[in-house]
């Protein structure tokens, strides 16, 4: 092979593994991560699926339910609305105000509640404040498809976005529109896992990735060291046993699919 | 002292600085973080001294005019806004739409455009469209006073900050309401330096400094590693001695307040 030709091979190569890395690039689906509610609208929700964090304790909760054996999960935005349901559907009513099971309602939000000898078999009606709302913005919005994720069932929710190679919204559902420590960690947890399925140009999710490689190997210390408001909140309360399980990967694995206004397992 | 009156010695003491403790935890000014614009309606401003962060490029432009002898920044939300003010008091035009300087307007955002030798004694009009958006929904909501900061006047703005003894809100200009990386260094940079001031119960002013303290060796590789996205849009246009100025404290070290639609130095 003489000089020209050798260059002009290097030029083929060059060229053909360019465009394939520009051709995979753009094939890739986008992920996005959304740090709070309000921030939610920048985002093109209809053309994604949509993952509701609510780690503390929310999705963690719908999870254990579900695992544990719970026919559906059905989230509503208020005690009035979950006390009217579970009547309908003689359900198990739930949720918690000011750190208490809300009035009218019977079971709260630690996923300790549900265990299989109690839920097994049953639909749990489930108000929360924060991630009903997220979920109620992302449906008004035409998410494409809509989960839940959670620390418990974190493997089951890689494994899914991995393999549907569509484009992803993680959605924190914060504090009352406040930006929240666990939500953010959840979300770098997933794309510490999944990131070489996606293009990533959000510095949120880079953020997040960031934040969770360096809390990994603690994250209920990391927690703790940074003054979580949702630590302190909660240990005001007595409940670390909470904490330290919806901090936990994979103790609930499963993969909870809104469909037709239920959470349920397929 | 016999062992009634050494209890007694203790309980005294052990009261005496639980109650100083808490005395001090209460007079300790709030500080917050509001990582976009979309979520500064969450805080409020009107008992607070709002921090305008716009790392790439208004405010570290900002403080650079200033700190090079402007008589003061005007700091306008429109092209147009930007052409009429310019006519009438004889200013210096400035701003940048998709990377180049807007028709009708004269200078771009570049701090390096904004040498002594061109703006001593000038007013700069500038337009840019998250800072200024920013600033418009702090002085709407009555912030109590409004500051700029940048890595390049870092320390000014740490000083005054723990000098006033205020509430204080960071507010992150972000990209067009998306969370971006360099305003929440900067959050943290400023949080990491005067945190022993202020009472912090905010998880994104906690995410900030764990960030903040990650990368602080060396944030223009940070900024590299992690895909920060506004990285790869001044590098696209050739801006690497921008971004790695506006990365570096202390450089134009002045502190802009703004005073009846003018950002000036006391």
Chains 1, 2 share one sequence.
Request: aromatic share 8%; hydrophobic share 40%; glycine share 6%.
């Amino acid at each position: 092979m003489n000089c020209i030709q050798y260059r002009l091979r290097s030029i083929f190569l060059n060229t053909y593994f360019c465009s394939y890395s520009i051709y995979l690039m753009k094939t890739k689906p986008t992920l996005f991560t959304s740090l709070s509610p309000a921030l939610l609208h920048l985002y093109d929700l209809s053309n994604s699926i949509v993952v509701i964090i609510d780690v503390l304790r929310a999705t963690s909760t719908i999870a254990t339910a579900l695992f544990n054996g719970a026919k559906s999960v059905i989230p509503v935005d208020s005690v009035s609305r979950c006390i009217e349901i579970g009547k309908q559907i003689h359900g198990i009513t739930a949720g918690e105000r000011d750190g208490r099971v809300a009035e009218g309602l019977i079971h709260g939000n630690s996923p300790f509640e549900y265990p299989r000898s109690f839920i097994e078999g049953k639909t749990l009606v489930l108000t929360t404040t924060n991630g009903t709302r997220l979920l109620q913005i992302a449906l008004d919005k035409g998410a494409k498809e809509i989960i839940t994720g959670s620390f418990p069932n974190l493997s089951a929710v890689c494994d899914h976005l991995a393999a549907m190679n569509q484009n992803v919204i993680l959605g924190c559902a914060a504090w009352k529109d406040r930006v929240n420590m666990e939500d953010m960690l959840f979300a770098g947890a997933v794309i510490a896992n999944i990131r070489n399925h996606f293009s990533i140009n959000c510095d949120s999710s880079h953020l997040a990735e960031t934040i969770y490689k360096k809390a990994k190997k603690d994250l209920f210390g990391f927690m703790k060291k940074n003054d979580a408001s949702h630590y302190h909140r909660l240990m005001g309360f007595d409940l670390e046993k909470d904490i330290r399980y919806c901090l936990t990967p994979d103790e609930a694995n499963v993969l909870p699919i809104y469909d037709n206004g239920k959470l349920i397992v397929k």
